[in-house]
């Protein structure tokens, strides 16, 4: 959540092993961005062109977290966020919206740490003053 917050993709997608995939779905069609994301290029490319790295302001509140299955190399986290903010996307405008999250990390002994290896955002509402355009 710390580097969402930051809405800097570098620094966002350094948290996903190479392969990991993302899916985006759920209401309103997740604001324009429902779908299936493939490797870390495409995932930058979603976050740096979504509201989260185009946005004039953006916030995150209400986080909860839970670890629902843990080992050795792995871990399944489910939480729960709402965003807000304002898109520098004319079209889009003001934006909120809840999401109830589902992240699979995986251990790197190569990174010596934890990553992302599937993430599934399920946005419980979305709400915006316009369509989402994306470019890049």
Known sequence: MLFIS????SAIVSQYEANATVTWSGKNNAGGLAGFYNGTKVIFILMNNSFIGRGS???IGNVTHSIVDVSDDSAMVNSSFALLGQSGV???????GTVSAQDFYVYSAANGGWLISQETWNFLSFNARGPLIITG
């Open 6 to 9: 930051s809405r800097n993709a």
């Open 90 to 96: 004319a079209s889009m405008g003001n934006f909120n």
């Open 57 to 59: 302001s953006f916030a």
